[in-house]
Nanobody, 124 residues
Framework: QVLLEEAGGGSVEAGGSLRLSCAASGFNIGERNLVAWFRQAPGKEREGVAGITSRYYAYYGDRVRGRFTISRDNAKNTVYLQMVSLKSEDTAVYYC?????????????????WGQGTQVTVSS
């Protein structure tokens, strides 16, 4: 059974930091072309935050570039999202997702496997 399990969400003040983790089971993340983080705020579309390829190339959304860092540890079968200088507009449910094929990193339609999400709330 393929599972992605996010952890590390919570409430933080603006300017603070959080580190999200996404633990995979039932498959090896190293065998997937892309694993990514998305987020969705109430009333808004799901947005690509960051993605990392099997060759460790990282993509970032314009709104988080320079503040967020995605990484992967294949030995732990886990992907991380380090978030610093958090802003109130970063408040959302954050999802981890893994591609089974290929495609644009920031398109949710290209991802077959999703976690349940973890809430991040940033207060100003």
């Amino acid at each position: 059974q393929v599972l992605l399990e996010e952890a590390g969400g919570g409430s933080v003040e603006a300017g603070g930091s959080l580190r999200l983790s996404c633990a995979a089971s039932g498959f090896n993340i190293g065998e997937r072309n892309l694993v990514a983080w998305f987020r969705q705020a109430p009333g808004k579309e799901r947005e690509g935050v960051a993605g990392i390829t099997s060759r460790y190339y990282a993509y970032y959304g314009d709104r988080v570039r320079g503040r967020f860092t995605i990484s992967r540890d294949n030995a732990k079968n886990t992907v991380y999202l380090q978030m610093v200088s958090l802003k109130s507009e970063d408040t959302a449910v954050y999802y981890c997702a893994a591609q089974r094929g290929t495609g644009r990193w920031d398109s949710p339609a290209n991802y077959a496997d999703w976690g349940q999400g973890t809430q991040v709330t940033v207060s100003s």
